[in-house]
């Protein structure tokens, strides 16, 4: 499912968790007035009993931006190292540039098998 992030459609999320195999989280890197809203809802969504353990995959979009905060300070600042039970990964794209997300989703599929 691709789900927006607008903050009306979150209460809809988790219509989407049964059944989900891995959860992708996509972050403005160049947003960093949002990375505490972006943490909060990351670390909620994590919590729910229906995506324990499932891999995560946070993609730090808009890195082609001339402002993009780095991958280890937005990693920080949601607090990845604070998520111990499942993988995760983060990876570094540009969707605009195409960069970053066949490796990103190789990623993805590899914990999936």
Known sequence: WDLGGQSQIRTFWRLYYSKTDGVVFVVDASDKARFSIARQELHGVLNEADLKGIPL??????????????????????????????PWSIQACSVLEGNGINEGFNWLTSQLK
Not at 69 to 85: A, F, K
């Open 57 to 86: 995959l946070v993609f730090a979009n808009k890195m082609d931006m001339k402002d993009a905060e780095p991958v280890t300070s937005i990693s920080q600042q949601l607090q990845l190292h604070l998520v111990r039970d499942r």
